[in-house]
């Protein structure tokens, strides 16, 4: 495994770790969400550029383009959430309120 490859993987890891144990706000658990979606990013990227093929070049800018999307819908549920119940802690949050 090559130091750049350690070091995406890493940071994948890391953005998941965060996910799983540190859930006290919603833009805590966004950031990681977006965090890991870079790093996949990265990846994808260093892997089309080490097979050469261009093929696999439309995938990395795809899946950048789902990363904005995602954190556009993410920043749009946590003002939406501040707003009705005056605080992005998710413990506050209930599913079943409508």
Known sequence: MTPVHFTFSSAFILGLTGLAFNR???????LCLEGMMLSLFIGLS?????LNATNFSPSPMLLLAFSACEASAGLALLVATARTHGTDRLKNLNLLQC
């Open 24 to 30: 006290t706000h919603l833009l805590s658990a966004l």
């Open 46 to 50: 260093l892997w089309a550029l080490q």
